[in-house]
């Protein structure tokens, strides 16, 4: 009795002092997915603007720097992804389609690459979304979502004898500023402090700001001037900070 009352106390004090078995880095694998999609990103500009071989180059990174995630991570996720059965397969999906994206702007067929790559972005997000994860991407995700509906009226604007189409646009307005602003509110220190961030944040909500004018004064001009201007700044948005 006494033999087996120490064993259990053994168990129990082994138990307490050994620390268990941890997921990877949380933070490794976000900077590791940080950089790759700084690649990503750069890399689908080059292929928007009709440029494959300028974007092989960044492709190039984004291929060799998924293969490191995928490596060290694949096998060992951190510990929000771990009930994810689906984790390994989706870091691999990645890992094809940047492969096979390389090697179709190498052959200097953009629309291949493109049509290989363009899923990546959303690929991400469902897998963090999936897992209860939130980062500063997808907000600016939201941001950028948001300004698409809005930007619809940039080649057809609403009926400004309408209220229930002037009603339209003020919701779609009023949810891209949300977003706007959230994401300047929650950017991470080194972006809230980058000058080009701060300012291109700020022109953009006074812009969006103009298009309250534009509906007060049921004026064409200035909301289509308005949104061609917050479309190129929409897409700098996230080519350097998404």
């Known amino acids: 009795m006494r033999k087996k009352f120490f064993a259990i106390c053994v168990l129990f004090l082994f138990s307490i002092f050994t620390p268990p078995a941890q997921g990877a880095d949380i933070h490794d694998f976000n900077e590791g997915v940080s950089e790759a999609y700084k690649a990503y990103r750069e ?6 603007t009709g440029n494959p071989a300028v974007a092989s180059f960044e492709l190039e990174k984004l291929d060799e720097r998924w293969k490191a995630v995928v490596k060290r991570f ?3 996720s951190p510990d929000v ?3 994810d ?5 989706t870091l691999l999906k990645i890992s094809e389609r940047t492969t096979k994206g390389l090697q179709a702007a190498i052959d200097g067929d953009a629309k291949a690459a493109n049509k290989h790559l363009k899923p990546i972005r959303k690929i991400l997000s469902d897998l963090r979304r999936r897992n209860g994860v939130s980062n500063f991407s997808d907000c600016i995700d939201q941001a950028n979502a948001a300004f698409n509906k809005l930007n619809k009226y940039r080649k057809n604007p609403p009926d400004f004898g309408s209220e229930k189409e002037l009603d339209t646009l003020r919701q779609k307005l009023s949810v891209t500023i949300f977003w ?26 006074y812009s969006l700001s ?3 004018v534009a509906i007060a004064s049921k004026d064409k001009k200035i909301l289509t001037s308005n ?16």
């Not at 890399?43 to 928007?48: G, I, K, P």
């Not at 509110?185 to 701060?198: C, L, M, Q, R, V």
């Open 180 to 205: 706007y602003e959230r994401c300047w509110d929650t950017a991470p220190p080194a972006i809230g402090a980058n000058p080009e961030f701060k300012r291109l944040m700020k022109t953009s909500l």
């Open 85 to 89: 059965p689906a984790w390994r397969k």
């Open 74 to 76: 694949a096998d060992k």
């Open 227 to 242: 949104l061609a201007g917050l479309s190129s700044s929409d897409k700098i948005l996230y080519l350097r900070f998404g």
């Open 43 to 48: 890399a689908m500009f080059y292929l928007r």
């Open 210 to 212: 103009r298009i309250w």
């Open 81 to 83: 992804f771990s009930r």
